[in-house]
Structure formats: C-alpha cells, structure tokens
C-alpha cells in the first residue's frame, strides 16, 4: 500500500514528530472523515508500505527525519505546493524565496527527481487574474526548475465552505475556476513555460487539456517504479474525484489540522 501523508493536513509542515512516532509504532489509526467514531488502524511496517508520498507547503521540519526513514528503507517522494498568491489568499505560508531555500536543500539530499511541484489550484480573483497566473508561474518555473523536474497544475474546485469562505470576505467565486477558453489558453502558456524551464507538467484531475500537458497522478505509481524499480500496477483510487487519475493509497492525518490558513483550500 501507497501512504498518502497527506490530502488531509499539511504533516510534514505541522505533524512530522507524529508522523515519526507513527511510523515507529509500525501503525496509525485513521478516522473516517464523515463519521469521526469509526477508525481504522493502517500498517506503517515495511512490509506493508510501497512507498510514502508526501504533500506539503513546507517541508522543512520532516528533513531532519529523512535520514531515519532512509534507514528503514521506505522509498518516498514529495508533493510540494508553491503558488506566490497575496498573501490574504494564503496567509501563513512560506515566502516564495523561503521555497526556493527548501527546494534547494531537499534536492541536495534526495534529487530533483523525487520532488515534484503542484501549482495547484489555479484560482482567479481579482488580483489573480490571466495575466498574473502567466506570468507568476513563468517566475515560479525558472526559480524551481533547478530543483524539480516535474510540474502539476489544476484548476480551482468548488467545494461548497471554500466557496462561503471566499464569499465573506468579498471574493467574487462565479468564475473562481476560469471559463474554458481560460483555462485552454493558460495551459497552453504553462506548458510553454514549463518547456522553456525544462520542465515535465501534467494536469490533476482536468477535463481541459493544451499540447504538451498529459493527464498526471500525484500519486504515480508509475513515478516510483521508475525511482525505486518497484513493480506496483496501476488501480485508480476510487475515492477519488472521477478525472483524478491517482493510484489508490492510504491517506492519513486528519481534516482541519493544517495551519496555513489558505482560503481556497478544503482540507482547511
């Protein structure tokens, strides 16, 4: 089993101590996110674990455990959110010159290759319009490039307390996720961009589509068998989202334990 660490809360950034005292446990119990009084227990022993993917805004604090989760031979990569939006739209996270710090330095121990960015989700507001996003994530791909070598990208969904979120405090959400010719048109500018940059891009869970960008997984099992030479065969997950292309996993953590503090996101 892939453990997903995770959709639901930002635990490299807030909950790496856990995380670790979980994994030296050899188990964690995951709450059903619907009904909190039905738990299940997941195997973090190695011989129940594929691999780790962890999803984070700031991996700094999980670093200094890299090399104890090395040692127990657990193959691992790392999802890591950059967009450089107003800071009102994302109140506590990392500068981008911060991102470019821990890039830097989680390459420098793992490789670029085992990092991959998500620009995600693209939102339009008012001051994150068109012409922000093309330029934004043309800045974003030249500063990260060096330290990434694949790129994620999706649009804006509209799950019903993000959108009251943005509603109070003013943001117009009727076209939060763009128009398609929006999103055509962005696309096409981002895959120019992450070509330019040398960088692979894929979309998450996007009807939309522009040459150069190929439907992706942020959980690839693809990826880790090409890392790790695994031999993991592909099962889309099915709780996920109907286009998300994922391969089934064990998320873990809990909703709402994030601090970041980001509007548009529905884990918050």
Aim: proline content about 6%.
């Amino acid at each position: 089993m892939i453990i997903s660490a995770s959709r639901r809360s930002d635990i490299p950034a807030f909950h790496s101590a856990w995380f670790m005292e979980q994994l030296r446990r050899g188990r964690v119990v995951v709450k059903n996110s619907f009904r909190p009084a039905q738990a299940r227990t997941v195997s973090l022993k190695k011989q129940n674990v594929d691999a780790f993917v962890f999803w984070s805004r700031d991996p700094r604090p999980l670093l200094a455990h890299l090399p104890e989760i090395d040692r127990g031979g657990f193959p691992y990569y790392f999802l890591i959110t950059v967009t450089g939006y107003p800071q009102p739209l994302e109140p506590a996270v990392p500068s981008t010159a911060e991102a470019v710090g821990f890039f830097g330095a989680l390459a420098a121990a793992i490789g670029r290759r085992r990092i991959i960015w998500r620009y995600d989700p693209v939102l339009f507001t008012e001051s994150t319009h068109f012409d922000f996003h093309e330029h934004n994530f043309s800045r974003l791909a030249v500063l990260l490039a060096p330290f990434t070598a694949r790129v994620i990208v999706s649009f804006f969904d509209p799950y019903a307390k993000v959108l009251r979120r943005l509603q109070k405090l003013g943001i117009e959400t009727a076209q939060a996720a763009g128009t398609p010719e929006q999103q055509l048109g962005l696309l096409s500018h981002f895959a120019a961009s992450a070509a330019r940059s040398g960088l692979e891009i894929q979309s998450c869970a996007e009807a939309a589509l522009a040459a150069g960008i190929n439907p992706g997984k942020c959980i690839d099992e693809g990826l880790l068998n090409k890392l790790f030479g695994l031999n993991l065969s592909y099962r889309k997950d099915p709780a996920q989202r109907k286009l998300c292309l994922c391969q089934q996993s064990a998320d873990i953590g809990s909703y709402g334990t994030c601090r970041h503090g980001c509007l548009y996101c529905y884990a918050f």
